[in-house]
């Protein structure tokens, strides 16, 4: 019996050296593969949560500065974020709020910048949209309008941006005096903008302005 169990071990054994010989080290690499992507991955994590940390310190200088109106430590702190952690979100959110506060005390060409950098720079689609429409309201401001259109015009928006865009793109219209194609712009950015949008209410007056009846069947086709 024993003698029996044992041709069956050495069997098992020999299949089990075939089976090594001829598949070990495709296993042994892709077990290794594994464990260096799971090792990168926890690396990469830990990176992320790090900057994240250090980037919410300086946030928090920028804030402060922000609130004291502080505008030098401002640009320091905004410097700083965007030489230092440049891909987060919280350096592209303290670049709009910069724009924001240049742009209150009338320091148009200060706001600008910010505004630039997070058009360049920044990984949210969604900044980089609201960065362009801030730009555009300031070329308007310095009635540059072939500027003020072009950073709105024909750009790819993300979800949610392009009725903004369009509406944009009707106030240029109608402030260059283009009544029909402001109406057009305006009409896409009514039609693109969710019913509850309160939004939608300041474009419906706009469209009003211009002789258009939202309720008329044809504006419904």
Request: negative net charge; hydrophobic residues 40%.
């Amino acid at each position: 019996m024993a003698s029996h169990l044992d041709l069956e071990e050495q069997e098992q054994i020999e299949q089990i050296k075939s089976f090594w010989t001829r598949w070990g080290n495709l296993i042994t690499g892709v077990v290794t593969l594994v464990l260096v992507c799971f090792a990168a991955w926890n690396g990469w994590n830990y990176w992320q949560q790090r900057q994240a940390t250090q980037a919410a310190v300086l946030f928090d200088t920028f804030e402060e500065a922000t609130k004291q109106g502080d505008l030098a430590l401002l640009a320091r702190s905004l410097s700083d974020l965007q030489d230092q952690f440049p891909r987060t979100t919280l350096t592209a959110q303290a670049a709009l709020i910069a724009a924001k506060t240049y742009f209150d005390k009338e320091k148009l060409s200060e706001a600008e910048k910010p505004l630039e950098w997070v058009v360049d720079h920044a990984s949210d689609k969604g900044y980089v949209a609201l960065a362009r429409l801030r730009l555009s309201a300031l070329a308007i401001e310095r009635k540059d309008m072939a500027k003020a259109r072009s950073l709105v015009d024909g750009k790819s928006a993300p979800a949610g941006f392009q009725p903004l865009f369009d509406d944009r793109l009707g106030d240029i219209a109608l402030i260059e005096g283009k009544n029909e194609e402001a109406k057009t712009h305006f009409t896409s950015a009514y039609k693109g903008m969710d019913e509850s949008t309160e939004y939608r209410r300041l474009i419906e007056v706009k469209l009003g302005s211009l002789g258009v009846d939202i309720a008329s069947p044809e504006f419904k086709k």
